[in-house]
């Protein structure tokens, strides 16, 4: 049982945007940074921001990330049909002395 | 660059035992924490475990405490994960990752290996 919420899934045509939101409460997303992942089809996860809104090196400024207060949220504008994928929040928290992921939104591009 | 390769996975039967180790190369394996993280079959991800970088600290998930043990070798570059009393839930891919930074997200990902449980 995720402490973070995400919703199942999202979708929208190429081109569009998807926002996708990450609910938690003050032990995790309240008092931590907020990451976010990528799951293709078969494969690991893969890194696509980090303490809220920083992206790595390679990871295109069509994805961004925020938060406020114990939510967070992953936008990707631009849809592309690579984007369809699984995503996944994730933080720490202090409470459980845990890492915690969301329980992951699938993407669909229409 | 960063390469992290899990082996050590199979079948094995409840109540078994089975050591995973992920082997790292292309950076300073010292200088980094680790996680193990875990999927069931069609299911999300699962935080395991956490080690610091030299191994002074190390977290569990409730699932798993008592039961799993992570552990390193920082002269062998090598990142273990030890399963005792092994579960039919426990069926999942594991995978290994690097910390990157005050637990705040993490950062590299090895491409992971099936561990069965089953009889």
């Known amino acids: 049982q995720s402490v973070l919420t995400q919703p199942p899934s999202v979708s929208a045509a190429p081109g569009q945007k998807v926002t996708i939101s990450c609910s938690g409460s003050s032990s995790n997303i309240g008092n931590n940074y907020v990451s976010w992942y990528q799951q293709l089809p078969g494969t690991a996860p893969k890194l696509l921001v980090y303490e809220n809104n920083k992206r790595p090196s390679g990871i295109p400024d069509r994805l961004s990330g925020s938060k406020s207060g114990t939510s967070a949220t992953l936008d990707i504008t631009g849809l592309q049909t690579g984007d369809e994928a699984d995503y996944y929040c994730g933080t720490w928290d202090s409470s459980l002395s845990a890492y915690v992921f969301g329980t992951g939104t699938k993407v669909t591009v229409l | 660059q960063v390469q992290l390769v899990e082996s050590g996975g199979g079948v094995v039967q409840p109540g078994g035992s089975l050591r995973l180790s992920c082997a790292a190369s292309?950076?300073?394996?010292?200088?980094?924490?680790f996680h193990w993280v875990r999927q069931a079959p069609g299911k999300g991800l699962e935080w395991v475990a956490v080690?610091?970088?030299?191994?002074?600290?190390?977290y569990h998930a409730d699932s798993v405490k008592g039961r799993f043990t992570i552990s390193r070798d920082n002269s062998k570059n090598t990142l273990h994960l030890q399963m005792n009393s092994l579960r039919a839930e426990d069926t999942a891919v594991y995978y290994c990752?690097?910390?990157?930074?005050?637990?705040?997200?993490?950062?590299?990902w090895g491409q992971g290996t099936l561990v069965t449980v089953s009889s």
């Open positions: 990752a690097t910390e990157g930074g005050q637990l705040a997200f993490l950062e590299s």
């Open positions: 292309g950076f300073r394996f010292s200088a980094y924490g």
């Open positions: 080690i610091w970088d030299d191994g002074s600290n190390k």
